[in-house]
């Protein structure tokens, strides 16, 4: 038996390869769904850095990712945790500066980062039965940045990340700044 060869054609002018798009996240309200606030990571590739890597070059990932936190991994899909904006500026580099009697650009994500278990999580089925108000009073609670999303194991797979909430993209998404849930300087 011989199988049939698949027809072919010429691309024509302007062909485009299509740009994956994360979903679109719109004006919420207090009242909507907690899962319209987080980035879901099942859509949308996770932003990753090596824990080796300089601040400076953290914080050029950060800004060509155009994302203000980075899961820190050493070993893919296995994440070690998660370095924010406020880490690379904040007070975490000045304090190891001085404890370490060392220079800024000898620092690396590995010394400043937020360890995996030292990160407050998220249960992605209470969050998908929550809603925006109860997010925000999370955050207002914990005074973090960014909130870990986690998925729990089931008999095929085993827990994983499954999102991402970030204060500054809530506070984009409602039309609004909430100063009570800013994290401490």
Do not use: W
């Not at 099942?42 to 300089?54: E, N």
């Not at 970030?166 to 300087?185: D, F, I, V």
């Amino acid at each position: 038996m011989h199988a049939r060869a698949l027809s072919t054609f010429r691309f024509s002018a302007n062909t485009c390869i299509p740009q994956a798009q994360p979903k679109a996240q719109g004006a919420v309200t207090e009242q909507s769904p907690g899962i319209e606030v987080m980035t879901d990571l099942a859509s949308v590739k996770a932003a990753t850095i090596d824990p080796h890597i300089s601040l400076d070059q953290a914080e050029q990932s950060m800004i060509y990712q155009g994302v203000r936190s980075l899961f820190v991994v050493s070993g893919y899909p296995c994440v070690d945790g998660l370095i924010t904006l406020a880490d690379l500026v904040g007070e975490k580099p000045m304090r190891q500066i001085n404890e370490r009697h060392i220079r800024r650009q000898d620092l690396s994500v590995a010394d400043v980062m937020t360890p995996l278990a030292m990160l407050d999580a998220l249960d992605f089925k209470e969050l998908t039965t929550s809603t925006v108000a109860q997010v925000i009073a999370t955050f207002k609670k914990l005074k973090h940045s960014h909130l870990v999303v986690v998925q729990a194991a089931t008999q095929q797979d085993p827990a994983r990340i499954r999102g991402v909430i970030s204060l500054t993209q809530l506070e984009r998404q409602l039309g609004r700044a909430l100063p009570e849930a800013m994290p401490h300087p």
